[in-house]
């Protein structure tokens, strides 16, 4: 909650600098070059530059950990994966972890955005699996872990996850399985091992 204080208080600054009409930023100072408008007094722009010089980004920035529990494809979930990671740069140090490897599309524009991807065992090798999962977090420590996915299948990656010590965020995109049997049989184990549930709807919330 607090580090989402802190990013929402930069956005509101963000939007106060865009309603100056001219403003140059320089070594962490304001210029007003011209504000016939008088939008903005000069007491404002004074709590501003104040406000900004707290603003230590790279000391603050959260390091989390993506872990793609699906392949990266041409579907909605990679989509939101990907604009997760695109509209947070410079707010979030995102790294991603996968199971089916990077080799396509989607792993280029990781890399090229210079995102640290992590290749996992096979997911059907199960144990190598989670066991990859729990080392990873174990040694990066990451401020959070935030798994996509479909059902309480993600407890694939959640469990280990907190064994590590770390924060479980999961977002769930759906409201079905391929594997409705073991989604009911691990959800008890799943929900234990989250910190935090997002859903893509309601439904797909209360779902896993």
């Known amino acids: 909650m607090k580090y989402r204080n802190f990013v929402l208080h930069l956005y509101e600054l963000y939007d106060i600098i865009c309603k100056l009409k001219e403003v140059v930023i320089m070594d962490r100072q304001l210029v007003l070059l011209n504000n016939s408008s008088q939008m903005i007094n000069k007491e404002t722009i004074n709590k501003l530059i104040v406000e900004i010089n707290k603003l230590n980004i790279n000391k603050t920035m959260k390091q989390i950990l993506l872990i793609a529990s699906r392949p990266l494809a041409n579907d909605g979930l990679t989509k939101i994966e990907m604009d997760v990671i695109k509209y947070n740069k410079g707010i979030i140090d995102f790294e991603v972890a996968c199971g089916f490897g990077f080799d396509n599309l989607y792993g280029d524009q990781l890399h090229k955005q210079q995102i640290k991807c992590h290749s996992l065992p096979q997911k059907k090798k199960a144990f190598e699996y989670m066991r990859a999962i729990y080392k990873l977090v174990k040694k990066e420590k990451y401020d959070a872990i935030y798994i996509h996915g479909n059902s309480a299948m993600m407890f694939m990656e959640a469990i280990p996850s907190k064994i590590a010590g770390a924060r479980v965020i999961t977002h769930c ?3 079905k ?3 409705p049997l073991i989604h009911y049989i691990a959800k008890p184990f799943f929900n ?11 439904l797909a919330s209360k779902w896993a």
């Not at 234990?192 to 309601?202: E, H, N, P, R, W």
């Open 173 to 175: 995109h759906n409201t």
């Open 177 to 179: 399985s391929d594997y």
């Open 192 to 202: 234990m091992a989250v910190d935090t549930k997002i859903g893509c709807s309601l």
